[in-house]
């Protein structure tokens, strides 16, 4: 047995390696030549869904609700300084209009994303999510608004929120420093994550693929971190550059280590509720199928309007109209099937909870 199947093995039958075994992992899978070995990780990942989901694959509907956010990451196109966004705020009858479009479609999970939105006071996304549960009591509602404090994310989860969606980003501080402002910090970021589990919600960290300054070692402490958080969820996707941003210059994240990642992620978490996200169907035509075949079991199609979804532009040339959207939704499931999975609309809760 190769060194490079023992330590799948490891990794398939305690759920844990060393730092610098998930990072030998990561750059030998991630090398262009290593195609063989990426196919026997694939079929392992594969398999470990397989035994937890079947051929399921989960929808959530998308609703970008808010372009507006204070804060400045370096990637991000609706960072604040970012003159050229046109900025759009959604109002609660918006939001409830893309929730019954999505329900008669048949989704039964709705995602809230936006920026940090000074304008989503605890007051406005309490009423939110009040409205949302009591008008669909049989669908999960998730957020991911953001960083806030411990009081304002309770609140949102007594009002009926479950599961919440905050990427790490990076589990290296000094990493973390280099793609954010020093108004922004790691440590807080951490600490809401701890904060999430801790109330009771179904958490999902994460990070982008390829970002600046990135380096194996950094994918390699991402693995751990999520070793030691055990999220419910994890959000994973290439970066892309957008043309207003400091990063503008900086070249994409793979597509193959990205396949990897998501690939290990499902051998270290067998049960997380895994997207094959809207970045990975950017950078490739077949991204989505592609990142179910490496372990993912979860695609959101966007449910915000048209309009909006133009101007919620982190990155340049983000899908829009295809199978991605809610309207392509049949055409989402034509192609989940052409490659053996059931696009299904239960709530799809991370199992045992
Ligand atoms: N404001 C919330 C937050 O911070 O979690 C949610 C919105 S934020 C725009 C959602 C995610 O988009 C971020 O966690 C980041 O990983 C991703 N993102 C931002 N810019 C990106 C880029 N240029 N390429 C790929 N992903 C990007």
Not at 11 to 35: I, W
């Amino acid at each position: 047995m190769s060194r490079f199947e023992k330590l799948l093995d490891r990794l398939g039958r305690e759920r844990r390696l060393a730092t610098e075994e998930y990072e030998e992992l990561v750059r030998t899978l991630s090398r262009e030549e290593a195609a063989g070995e990426r196919e026997e990780l694939f079929a392992r990942a594969g398999r470990v869904r397989e035994a937890v989901y079947g051929k399921k694959v989960y929808i959530r509907g998308l609703v970008e609700v808010s372009n507006v956010c204070r804060n400045d990451c370096y990637y991000c196109g609706i960072r604040k300084s970012n003159g050229h966004a046109v900025r759009y705020r959604m109002d609660q009858e918006e939001i409830l209009e893309c929730c019954r479009e999505g329900y008669r479609l048949g989704f039964r999970t709705f995602v809230f994303q936006g920026g940090e939105d000074p304008a989503m006071t605890d007051e406005v996304v309490e009423a939110l999510v009040a409205a949302v549960h009591r008008e669909f009591p049989d669908c999960a509602i998730t957020l991911s608004l953001g960083e806030k404090e411990r009081e304002s994310y309770q609140r949102f989860f007594d009002a009926g929120a479950s599961r919440y969606l905050l990427r790490h980003e990076t589990a290296s501080p000094e990493h973390y420093r280099r793609l954010h402002p020093p108004s922004m910090s790691w440590e807080h970021r951490v600490q809401c994550l701890r904060d999430l589990k801790e109330i009771g919600y179904q958490v999902g960290c994460g990070c982008m693929i390829g970002s600046p300054f990135q380096t194996a070692e950094h994918l390699a402490e991402d693995l751990k971190f999520m070793e030691r958080l055990q999220p419910e969820m994890v959000g994973i996707g290439p970066f892309i550059s957008q043309k207003d941003t400091p990063f503008r210059d900086f070249p994409g994240g793979g597509l193959t280590q990205t396949l990897v990642m998501l690939g290990l992620i499902r051998l270290l978490l067998p049960r997380v509720l895994l997207p094959a996200t809207t970045a990975l169907g950017t950078i490739d035509p077949e991204g989505r199928q592609k990142g179910i075949l490496a372990g993912a079991n979860v695609v959101m199609p966007n449910l915000s309007p048209p309009v909006r979804r133009k101007q919620y532009m982190l990155y340049d040339n983000k899908l829009g109209t295809g199978e991605e959207s809610a309207e392509g939704l049949a055409l989402l499931k034509a192609q989940m099937q052409s490659i053996g999975y059931q696009v299904v609309t239960d709530r799809g809760d991370y199992p045992g909870t």
